[in-house]
Nanobody, 125 residues
């Protein structure tokens, strides 16, 4: 299996930026892609973005496109989420997950088979 650990969360002011990191270990050779999701209290988990492990393909949700970007380094087993111009409604628990099946859509949470514990982002006005 694959172990995922998120880091970089914290409390920031609206307009600030933040960089989250997802580190993978274990059977990383099984990874097709790593994606980021977020979930606010009482809300459904929402797709943020994903990066394919062995190519340059990156997918960003239209809801955050222009403010958030993703970078990946498969050699270092890292996928970073770069967030800029944060807003209060970006407040959520951010988690990363693994897709192992190359035929699965990256924006669908049920296609992810491993998850990290999450890192909290709180944005205040």
């Amino acid at each position: 299996q694959v172990e995922l650990v998120e880091s970089g969360g914290g409390s920031v002011q609206a307009g600030d930026g933040l960089r989250l990191s997802c580190a993978a270990s274990g059977r990383t050779e099984t990874i097709h892609a790593i994606g980021w999701f977020r979930q606010a209290p009482g809300k459904e988990r929402a797709f943020v973005g994903a990066a394919e492990w062995s190519s340059d393909y990156i997918l960003i949700s239209t809801s955050v496109k222009g403010r958030f970007t993703i970078s990946r380094d498969s050699t270092k087993n890292l996928v970073d989420l770069h967030m800029a111009d944060l807003r209060v409604d970006d407040t959520a628990i951010y988690t990363c997950g693994v897709v192992t099946n190359r035929y699965m859509a990256l924006g669908t949470a049920s296609n992810y088979v491993y998850w990290g514990r999450g890192t909290q982002v709180v944005v205040s006005s």
